[in-house]
């Protein structure tokens, strides 16, 4: 099993950026490759990103990409999500996620994850 425990999240402006940290316990976390998901208020919950198990492939959302960056530190057992030019539509609560080498669903399906953080809120204004 592994427990990961979300942080970073916040109020910022519109173009401002946040970290959020996902802290793995339990099984080390270079056994799986980890995800961020959000969901937004009366949305369904969405992927954001993945990095894989060795941390040489990352995947990202198309309303991400160039703004959003996973990174790992299987040292640490920790998952980062740096967040930048931020958008009032990046409102939401993160999630980061933990997925098996060995899957039927690809990186973006949430089926395809076996442990969930409790989320973090981050909240944008304009």
């Known amino acids: 099993q592994v427990q990961l425990v979300e942080s970073g999240g916040g109020l910022v402006q519109t173009g401002g950026s946040l970290r959020l940290s996902c802290a793995a316990s339990?099984?080390?976390?270079?056994?799986?490759?980890m995800g961020w998901f959000r969901q937004a208020p009366g949305k369904e919950r969405e992927f954001v990103a993945h990095?894989?198990?060795?941390?040489?492939?990352?995947v990202y959302a198309d309303s991400v990409k160039g703004r959003f960056t996973i990174a790992a530190d299987s040292g640490k057992n920790t998952v980062f999500l740096q967040m930048n030019s931020l958008k009032p539509v990046d409102t939401a609560v993160y999630y980061c996620?933990?997925?098996?080498?060995?899957?039927?669903?690809?990186?973006?399906?949430?089926?395809?994850?076996?442990?969930w953080g409790q989320g973090t809120q981050v909240t944008v204004s304009s």
């Open positions: 996620a933990a997925r098996p080498q060995v899957n039927v669903y690809n990186t973006s399906d949430q089926r395809a994850y076996i442990a």
């Open positions: 339990g099984r080390i976390l270079r056994n799986y490759g």
């Open positions: 990095i894989s198990m060795s941390g040489s492939s990352t």
